[in-house]
């Protein structure tokens, strides 16, 4: 079930905040669906970013331009700080900032998918995961390792 929209509320910074009654399954039998309100982030474009306090830091505090990691995306996990000339990627968990002249090293988030092997086994395609030694000549190539980041940590 979509989202009820309640309430709408632009800021210069260029997103909005939507109060929102969600639907919640609780997966209980005869219980259905839970209503809930929150508050939620959107671009101007209407893209999902996260909670208000998110939206805030990415594109007031750190001045991040979020944007879908892919057209297909439903969430807005990269984004692009003209000030450092860095793309980041985040999820609810980590945030991190890739520019030209950085390197995935063993071990880093943007080296793993974040999938399982057997899940990889059948949908290879899923894998945005860079090799170790990956090196961003230009700024697609940093905004490649956001991409992987937030995959990694999504």
Same mark, same amino acid.
């Given at each position: 079930m979509k989202p009820e929209i309640l309430s709408t509320r632009k800021y210069k910074a260029g997103y909005e905040i939507r109060t929102e009654?969600? $639907? #919640?399954? #609780? *997966?209980r039998e005869g219980d259905g669906l839970c209503? /809930?309100?929150q508050k939620s982030? $959107?671009?101007s474009d209407g893209h999902y970013i996260g909670q208000s306090k998110d939206? *805030? &830091? #990415? +594109?007031? %505090?750190k001045? +991040?331009?979020p944007e879908l990691r892919?057209? @297909?995306s439903s969430v !807005? /996990? +990269?984004? &692009? !700080? @003209? %000030? @450092?000339?860095k793309w980041y990627g985040w999820s609810h968990r980590a945030i991190y900032g890739y520019g030209v002249g950085d390197i995935v090293k063993e071990g880093s988030c943007p080296a793993t998918s974040g999938w399982t092997e057997e899940y990889l086994a059948e *949908?290879? @395609?899923e894998d945005v995961s860079l090799p170790v030694g990956f090196e961003a000549k230009t700024l697609d190539d940093a905004r490649k390792i956001a991409i992987a980041f937030a995959e990694s940590v999504g």
């Open positions: 009654t969600v $639907y #919640l399954d #609780l *997966h209503p /809930s309100n982030a $959107y671009t939206a *805030h &830091f #990415l +594109i007031v %505090k001045g +991040i331009k892919t057209p @297909e !807005c /996990s +990269i984004g &692009f !700080c @003209e %000030k @450092e000339q *949908h290879p @395609e």
